[in-house]
């Protein structure tokens, strides 16, 4: 090893990003100086206290330091019969990318610094009234980071949320929404989903989204010609109110001595609701158990007795 004293290094990154890269050996053939430093540099990591500020010892993303990780971690693949490497002077520690910035009191510390610029929730505002008040969600988000460019492309990202029930639709303009945005309604929650990224700006794929919803809500009004030409047969579901079941249904509860022609009747209602389910889910155990059921019910009909 060769070296002067005015090869010393000024601070501990610096001494352990040559000591990593440039593969400097400890010998005895060392500067006395620069013998000590790198010595203190290995022992860094064991002399710190254990209520220390851990986000001040590592306050964003960064390479892996061994001399500022007071942990005994390992990585890379072991000799045999032995342990994997440590971590002075290993690159595969410093390939990765690491959270040691992401601890949980880090993360309350980002929180609470970030609370000045929320603005309070207000006071008493249930889920029912803002979905009142407040019908549409637009979710948009931004991003900061430490890059050449400040933009980044998921920022231009924008989904509008929009409850059914909020929108004013007959029973014809329903049917027809729901076709047009076929995969974007979820039926469990009821809620419409559009999301707009074909734009490079925020703004523009806000614009282009509210257009989408408007051009869907007025072609779903728009009743063609030919749709009032559509019998039973055309239609695309099952439709209780227009079909010749419920006609036929009705008239003979009207020459039965045994009910009357009430169309609010219990029996009535579960004996459409289980026939509309087997012409539109189709034939199951289930919709056919239920059809069963409701026909002995309306019929007033014992297991040993038939129509």
């Known amino acids: ?25 400890i010998c005895s053939c060392m ?20 209520d220390q500020e851990w986000s001040n010892v590592w306050p964003g993303p960064r390479t892996f330091h061994p001399a500022s990780v007071p942990l005994p971690i390992r990585q890379g693949f072991p000799n045999k019969r032995q342990a994997p490497p440590g971590k002075f002077g290993n690159a595969e520690l410093m390939k990765i990318p690491n959270f040691l910035h992401l601890t949980p009191p880090a993360i309350k510390k980002h929180c609470e610094s970030l609370k000045q610029f929320c603005t ?6 249930t889920s029912e009234e803002q979905e ?3 019908p549409m969600e637009v979710i948009t988000s931004d991003y900061c980071h430490s890059s050449p460019v400040i933009r980044d492309p998921m920022a231009r990202i924008v989904t509008l949320k929009i409850n059914l029930n909020s929108l004013i639709l007959d029973n014809h303009a329903k049917d027809k929404l729901l076709r047009l945005v076929e995969n974007c309604y979820d039926p469990d929650t009821n809620v419409i989903t559009i999301m707009a990224d074909r734009c490079p700006l925020k703004q523009q794929n806000y614009d282009y989204i509210m257009y989408v919803l408007t051009a869907l809500y007025h072609e779903a009004w728009k009743k063609e010609t030919w749709e009032q030409e559509k019998s039973e047969a055309d239609m695309e579901f099952y439709n209780w109110a227009n079909s010749v079941s419920r006609q036929n249904i009705l008239s003979y ?10 169309d609010t009747s219990p029996h009535l209602s579960e004996y459409e609701q289980a026939v509309s389910e ?9 919709t056919l158990f239920k059809y069963k059921e409701s026909t002995k019910k309306l019929f007033v009909l014992h297991e040993d007795q038939t129509l």
Do not use: A
Request: some cysteine.
């Open 253 to 262: 509860l009207s020459l039965s001595s045994n009910d009357t022609t009430n």
């Open 278 to 286: 087997l012409f539109n889910q189709g034939e199951d155990d289930y």
């Open 120 to 125: 309070e929730w207000p006071k008493g505002l």
């Open 1 to 25: 090893c060769h070296g002067n004293g005015s090869t010393l290094l000024n601070s501990v990154d610096q001494l352990m990003h040559t000591l990593m890269f440039s593969h400097i050996l």
């Open 132 to 134: 009142k008040l407040f």
């Open 31 to 50: 500067e006395p100086e620069l013998d000590l430093m790198l010595r203190l540099v290995l022992q860094l990591s064991n002399q710190m206290p254990v």
